[in-house]
DNA sequence: TGTGAACGTTCCCATCATGGCAAGGTCAAC
DNA sequence: GTTGACCTTGCCATGATGGGAACGTTCACA
């Protein structure tokens, strides 16, 4: 089987599958004659598991130990739950720090009237750090405005 | 100001205001005859406007644009708030990937005894790519082993 | 038997934002 | 004058993936 015919039975590109031969993630595959890697149904389901914990964002360093679990007839599953919930606790701390983002930006959006005028809420925020205006406090509180050019010397830009 | 002064008090590292420079993000420092960069509170206001926009994730693309903006006295706020949605949007759907994987990577973990047995529905839905299983439907369904070796030439790897 | 398309190979480069290191120049305090 | 902290430029590395160049192989078809 070529590694065309392993890509696209695998869901892996044979882009990486190249790769993760040459970090050693997969063992290197047979060859022809003709030089061609040649893959054969162990190899077709060790790239499925690849492919699966790569969906679930482990990263290949933890794959590498997954991988290695799996092959350990004496392996013991709390080691495999621990790197499972290590990885977990990963994915919910990027994902609250993108809420985070999210909350914040969403805030400030919300904030902005988006009528075409100059004055932005966003920017003021940029400008400040502070956080979004409670709702609209005051009218019209003018956007800051960018620093003075540098001197005198505009064209120094 | 030197440039570690202005990391500082910007809170941007000195590695990065030069890249920013090298980029066009900031425009080119001020030199001193030595060849130190020399900042002034234009240049901090800038880097506090980038740090923050940094801090709600906006790409350095992104933040070129809002700067653009910034300095612009004619800009509309509808503008800005385009960016901002688009971006906002953008931490959503990666939210919502990293809560997907959350969820699914919880189900296997709560699916899995951790109780030092080789048995493991982790590596069983990395190797047949399904769902954790609904709670135990099965007692003890064995976990998939891994494939065999290839063929009977062990040592050709 | 030739030929062309589709595939394979290796190697290098790019992404994105950031850090690290090395070799050398500058500054300020003692 | 020495020392330590700072600055300069330049290159390399990250992690996972894609793109492309230059060149070899396979296979079907005329």
């Known amino acids: ?3 065309g015919e392993a890509a696209r039975a695998s869901g892996v590109s044979a882009k990486m599958i190249r ?7 997969v063992p290197p595959a047979g060859r022809r004659d003709s030089g061609y890697r040649d893959y054969g149904a162990a190899d077709l389901h060790r790239l499925g598991f690849i492919r699966h914990a790569r969906d679930l964002g482990f990263s290949l360093e933890r794959i590498k130990v997954l991988l290695g679990l799996w092959v350990d007839p004496g392996r013991s599953n709390a080691d495999v ?3 499972a919930e290590a990885h977990l606790r990963e994915l919910e701390e990027r994902a609250r720090q993108l809420n985070e ?7 400030l959006a919300d904030a902005c009237d988006g009528d075409g005028r100059p004055d932005c809420p966003i920017i003021a925020s940029l400008v400040t750090g502070a956080d979004a205006p409670a709702c609209h406090p005051n009218p019209a509180p003018a956007t800051p405005e960018p620093p003075a050019p540098r001197g005198k010397a505009r064209t120094k830009r």
């Open 1 to 3: 089987m070529n590694i």
């Open 19 to 25: 790769h993760y031969e040459s970090i050693g993630l």
């Open 81 to 83: 739950k621990a790197i």
């Open 101 to 107: 983002m999210a909350d914040a930006l969403r805030s």
